[in-house]
């Protein structure tokens, strides 16, 4: 287990190496940056070359990069070079809400997958079975995006029922906060419950027709207790092993839920900076990003060497 940790924690920091040189290389390729993006349309090319000097981005990218590692080593992201505001402060200061929409998407995404794919499994074949395969199929085709622009037409603009934009803290108002986080959790929550319940469903479908179950029904087991102390601790394995997808989903469509409903998250940080080629905050927001990747699958990783025993004995 020592050796598995030692490996994983070495690809990690490959990944995230290769993450923030692939950042770098991806914003100089964009037209412009923070000079051009700071003085306008209108700057000269002396001005342009003036704040690029006072900028430092008219060093060699190479030079830039290692510097900027270098810092990152002892935890200095730098500062924007649109704000001069550290990066690290900046992605504090929006963290919280961030974190709030992911973790209560995937906390509904878990609820309601398993749900979903132990009643279709139950009764495969049947009708359940048929309604959960078709909405299943539907959002996982559905982009997220797109879901939140035509929840915001409905229940903001035209019902009314909801608030379309913002985000309200929790400690300054719980109903508000629950109720602006209704839409975002929802378009956000749909494509991973989906990714779930389809697991769970074909998991399950295999665990309720083995011998010990049909062994334990004929000796008078109930099958609720069943599916509670047996079906669903083996269904566990392979819905654990698919949280370093869904953590990925509910990542990138973070950015884009952020955006739709104006909340001040990470992910509207990030497109703040692209649009200012904001390359610290950039790299800074991605690495963490990646980081926070790279962190759920080792732990879904060790994880299923917990849940399965034989992978402790290989």
């Excluded at 070359?49 to 006072?54: D, G, I, N, T």
């Excluded at 924007?80 to 505001?85: E, G, N, R």
């Excluded at 004929?218 to 394995?237: D, M, Q």
Aim: contains cysteine; proline residues 4%; positive net charge.
């Amino acid at each position: 287990m020592f050796r598995f940790i030692v490996t994983r924690l070495g690809s990690a920091v490959i990944v995230l190496l290769s993450v923030s040189v692939l950042v770098v290389l991806l914003v100089r390729l964009m037209p412009g940056d923070a000079a051009s993006a700071i003085l306008g349309d209108q700057a000269t090319p002396e001005s342009i070359a003036r704040v690029r000097a006072e900028l430092g981005i008219d060093r060699p990218v190479y030079s830039q990069y290692l510097d900027w590692l270098g810092a990152a080593l002892q935890g200095d992201l730098g500062r924007s070079l649109v704000t001069s505001v550290p990066v690290t402060e900046a992605i504090s200061d929006r963290l919280s809400v961030t974190v709030w929409l992911s973790v209560t998407s995937l906390v509904v995404a878990l609820v309601l997958g398993v749900a979903l794919g132990t009643a279709a499994a139950l009764r495969a074949g049947g009708r359940a079975d048929r309604i959960v395969s078709a909405g299943t199929a539907f959002a996982v085709a559905v982009p997220h995006f797109w879901l939140a622009l035509v929840m915001v037409l409905l229940f903001s603009l035209k019902l009314e029922w909801l608030p379309a934009t913002g985000y309200v803290a929790l400690g300054q108002d719980p109903a508000e906060w629950a109720r602006g986080l209704v839409m975002p959790v929802t378009a956000l929550a749909l494509g991973p419950t989906a990714i779930i319940a389809r697991q769970t469903r074909s998991t399950m479908v295999d665990i309720l027709q083995r011998d010990y179950i049909t062994a334990a029904q004929g000796r008078g087991i109930r099958l609720p207790r069943l599916i509670g102390k047996h079906a669903l601790k083996n269904a566990a394995i392979p819905i654990v092993t698919s949280l370093g997808l869904i953590a990925s989903v509910l990542v990138g469509g973070t950015v884009f839920i952020e955006l739709v409903f104006a909340m001040p998250g990470i992910g509207q940080l990030l497109i703040t900076a692209v649009q200012s080629r904001d390359l610290p905050v950039i790299q800074g927001v991605i690495t963490c990003v990646a980081a926070v990747v790279v962190l759920v699958n080792l732990l879904v990783d060790l994880s299923y060497g917990w849940l399965n025993p034989r992978t402790r004995t290989a």
